[in-house]
């Protein structure tokens, strides 16, 4: 393994990404670097959390001059994944000084415009503001020179592709260097990816141990009426430091988010109709450890980075091996273990056998805890919990409310109601979400094409205005067993 130093990273960007607690290159980046600052076309693939930013944001940063106008553009197909690789970048450019703005939808495009007045040195956006920026000439792309799609193989995708050929035709012609870089390439993407660029080299760090993620991956057969209290089961076993639960449509990470609070969980929910203050607000959150539990749609599914995320879990099953790859890549990055588990009702094992076919890797069944182990999970949970609030110090009306609560019952009984909210809160039959058609029967036997196309809204993430609509309203039924709306995956998606 070499050191940045040998790869023809200059001092100063050594410097700035020693600051950020990199000593050494990954993988991805030992190969990529080299490549990139000798201005190849680089078309990568490593492991999710293996360090692509760093692959193709360090040369970068390296390439950009001070003062020369704009010179790279990075698209990311959702705004939290621009918001995350500008301040990756801004990092690394740390002592270069560079300026790198980030434009997405939803944020007053007023101050982006007086933004990209000052000409920065690098853009990270989403296809959409971009295009909006460029229709209004408030972005020109005459002196671009490096042209990044993280997340390639997404961005090629069917809502993407017509807004990304859009932007790359505005390009200035010849010299623009292109880097492409994803976790899953599948070969009907490759295929396309390629012909944009220039002889491309391709770089794939798949296989290498030290680089493999660290995540434990798991299935569970259960039906859809028991789905919510089996994950609530898992939950108190499993006892996340902080855990991502991906839902397949915005109803559902609706509800399933009311589900968790009543039952006493930190939960909170991220799709595209929320609004992009309160998307951002809710992220923050999480990074900051303000909230174990994120629910999300496939928004979440693609690059973030938030360190501490020790679970992922698929209440609803992916219907593409590359969507599962990087929901759980979410967990077990940077060298770090994680855990994903996934859950199935029985018509959909097809898919399962999908995942492990494209993976080549083989997920393992799990039983749901038993009565018996949740309840010793949430009793020594109370321990815990009670040490940890004891840190904390008491606030006076606290004390003064005890005394006024033993004065009037007997202490223990004052404490076992309180336990038993907390401990039996959960099991309360009366939550229920509204029922989720399963996945159609897929053959097991795996028929050799790649079920690749998907969703045709994928641009739903810039706008989040464009789709609002009828989303189930409420969130979680009180005493409703089923409410059995037809509505196709498609309508929900993001
Ligand atoms: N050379 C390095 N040394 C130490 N940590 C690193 C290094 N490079 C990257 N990291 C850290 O590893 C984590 C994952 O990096 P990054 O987000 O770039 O992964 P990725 O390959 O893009 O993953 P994904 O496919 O999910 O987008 C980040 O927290 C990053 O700061
Ligand atoms: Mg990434």
New binding site residues.
């Given amino acids: 393994m070499k050191f940045f130093k040998e790869l023809g990273v200059s001092e100063k960007t050594i410097q700035a990404?020693e600051d950020?607690?990199?000593?050494?290159?990954?993988p991805?980046?030992e190969s990529s670097i080299p490549l990139a600052l000798n201005n190849e076309d680089i078309l990568g693939q490593?492991?999710?959390?293996?360090?692509?930013?760093?692959?193709f944001g360090i040369p970068l940063v390296e390439k950009v001059k001070k003062g020369e106008g704009v010179q790279a553009l990075i698209l990311a197909p959702t705004r939290e994944?621009a918001a995350?690789v500008g301040e990756?970048l801004k990092a690394f450019a740390k002592y270069k000084k560079l300026n790198v703005n980030v434009i997405f939808g939803g944020m007053s495009i007023a101050k982006q415009i007086g933004d990209l007045k000052r000409k920065p040195e690098i853009i990270v956006g989403t296809p959409g503001r971009v295009i909006d920026h460029i229709n209004r000439r408030t972005l020109r792309l005459d002196s671009i020179n490096t042209l990044v799609l993280?997340?390639a193989d997404e961005m090629m995708n069917m809502g993407f592709i017509d807004d990304v050929t859009f932007i790359m035709d505005k390009l200035p012609k010849g010299n623009v260097q292109t880097l492409l870089?994803?976790?899953t390439m599948p070969k009907a993407i490759q295929e396309l990816v390629t012909r944009f660029m220039h002889d491309p080299k391709i770089v794939k760090t798949m296989n290498q141990n030290d680089s493999d993620p660290q995540i434990e991956e798991h299935y569970t057969i259960v039906k859809e009426l028991e789905k919510l209290d089996t994950f609530v089961d898992f939950l108190d076993v499993h006892r996340p430091e902080l855990a991502i639960v991906f839902g397949r449509t915005k109803r559902r990470v609706d509800e399933l988010t009311s589900a968790l609070i009543a039952k006493g969980y930190q939960a909170e929910g991220l799709h595209g109709d929320i609004t992009q203050s309160k998307r951002l607000e809710v992220l923050k959150k999480f990074r900051n450890d303000a909230l174990q539990i994120l629910v999300a749609t496939d928004v979440a599914a693609?690059?973030?980075?938030i360190?501490g995320v020790s679970h992922v879990y698929n209440f609803d099953i992916p219907q593409d091996a590359e969507s599962y790859t990087?929901r759980i890549?979410?967990t077990g990055?940077?060298?770090k273990e994680g855990m994903a588990l996934t859950f199935v009702n029985p018509v959909e094992m097809g898919y399962v056998r999908l995942i492990e076919e494209t993976k080549k890797k083989k997920i393992s069944p799990l039983r749901p805890p038993n009565k018996n182990e949740v309840e010793a999970a949430r009793k020594a949970s109370i321990f815990e919990k009670i040490r940890k609030w004891q840190e904390k110090e008491i606030n006076a009306e606290s004390y003064k409310l005890a005394t006024e609560l033993v004065t009037e019952f007997e202490p223990q009984e004052v404490i076992a109601t309180l336990v038993n909210e907390f401990l039996y809160r959960k099991d309360d039959d009366n939550i229920q979400l509204s029922f989720e058609k399963p996945l159609s029967r897929r053959s097991t036997k795996g028929d050799g094409k790649h079920p690749y196309k998907r969703g045709g809204n994928r641009k739903d993430n810039r706008g989040s205005k464009r789709r609002s609509g009828n989303q189930g309203g409420k969130g979680y039924h009180k005493n409703k067993k089923s409410s059995n709306r037809t509505r196709t995956f498609k309508d929900h998606m993001k």
């Fill in positions: 990404i950020m607690g990199f000593e050494k290159p990954t991805i980046q490593a492991q999710t959390g293996t360090g692509k930013t760093g692959a994944l995350q990756q993280d997340e870089f994803s976790a693609r690059g973030l980075d360190s990087h890549g979410r990055r940077a060298g």
